[in-house]
């Protein structure tokens, strides 16, 4: 199982940032996929989830209205739409399948979302 995040970086508050993060290693149109965002110090947090099907999504509260994940199962790839962001959205933001399944018990390389005026 591979996966490879980007689309991180600098935003202003009130900016946006789309993540991408392309899955290999295991068949991705039959997973629910994730978001979980990580600063330092502290545990991954799950921000956002979809089903495999995209017919289900969920999202924490702090993001909300300002945050979409989608998916193209097509292309093996997971979305996360960033909009409106914060200074407390700042973090290395990671995918990942259901972490009680083996195949997703590491995690990939991240990609760090800085959000500073």
């Known amino acids: 199982v591979q996966l490879v995040e980007s689309g991180g970086g600098l935003a202003q508050p009130g900016g946006s940032l789309r993540l991408s993060c392309v899955a290999s290693?295991?068949?991705?149109?039959?997973?629910?996929m994730r978001w979980y965002r990580q600063t330092p110090g502290q545990e991954h947090e799950l921000v956002a989830s979809?089903?495999?099907?995209?017919?289900?999504?969920n999202y924490i509260d702090s993001v909300k209205g300002r945050f979409t994940i989608s998916r193209d199962n097509d292309k093996n790839t997971l979305y996360l739409q960033m909009n409106d962001l914060k200074v407390e959205d700042t973090a290395f933001y990671y995918c990942?399948?259901?972490?009680?399944?083996?195949?997703?018990?590491?995690w990939g390389q991240g990609t760090q979302v800085t959000v500073s005026a």
């Open positions: 979809s089903t495999s099907t995209s017919s289900r999504t």
């Open positions: 290693g295991f068949t991705f149109s039959t997973h629910d």
């Open positions: 990942s399948g259901p972490r009680y399944l083996p195949i997703f018990a590491s």
